[in-house]
């Protein structure tokens, strides 16, 4: 669900970046409970 070929998100940007985000936040609570 990162990057999503690019097929639904052309039009809409900030979806495709606040799903990066989401991801990134979740990455680092993973590494942190670690």
């Known amino acids: 669900a ?3 070929g ?4 052309g ?3 900030e979806l495709a970046r606040a ?3 989401s991801m990134g936040i ?3 609570a993973m ?3 670690l």
């Open 2 to 4: 990162g990057q999503g």
């Open 6 to 9: 690019g097929v639904g998100w």
């Open 11 to 13: 039009d809409r940007p």
């Open 19 to 21: 799903c990066r985000l």
């Open 26 to 28: 979740a990455m680092v």
């Open 31 to 33: 590494l942190m409970t």
